[in-house]
């Protein structure tokens, strides 16, 4: 697969989860770099198998931060998470405050990995940062 701009959206239910990765997988990315993301890990899980996506895993984070991630609190592992797949620090911290709403962080990712030093400035974020 050809490597594409990452995009990030939030949303507040399944149904919409589900229809934002039905038009990802139109716009051309494959099911393998689709994720949903929620803070709690079973919710996680059950969205990921009713929707048909992925959850990020040691392929997409590295297995350094799959490790370090053992040790750290959720909100931490999901900022290493976001982190991995490009997401900057600032960024990262919005989306866990987001899913700390409940909502679901829907990522089509598009296949580079970041360290924690590094981020993908061309990533598109839809509600997008107001400042």
Not at 50 to 70: K, P, Q, R, Y
Not at 103 to 116: E, H, S
Request: net charge negative; no cysteine; glycine share 6%.
């Amino acid at each position: 697969m050809e490597i594409q701009v990452t995009n990030v959206h939030t949303v507040d239910t399944i149904p919409q989860a589900r229809e934002q990765l039905e038009r990802y997988k139109s716009l051309g990315y494959d099911k393998d770099h689709l994720f949903v993301l929620t803070h709690d890990k079973d919710r996680n899980k059950r969205i990921a198998e009713s929707t048909d996506a992925e959850e990020i895993g040691v392929s997409e984070e590295g297995l350094n931060t799959t490790i370090a991630n053992i040790f750290r609190s959720r909100g931490s592992e999901l900022r290493a998470k976001l982190r991995s797949m490009g997401v900057s620090k600032e960024e990262a911290e919005r989306l866990e405050g987001e899913m700390d709403k409940d909502r679901i962080v829907v990522i089509a990712w598009g296949g580079n990995q970041y360290d924690d030093h590094d981020y993908d400035p061309n990533i598109v974020y839809f509600p997008p940062l107001l400042i």
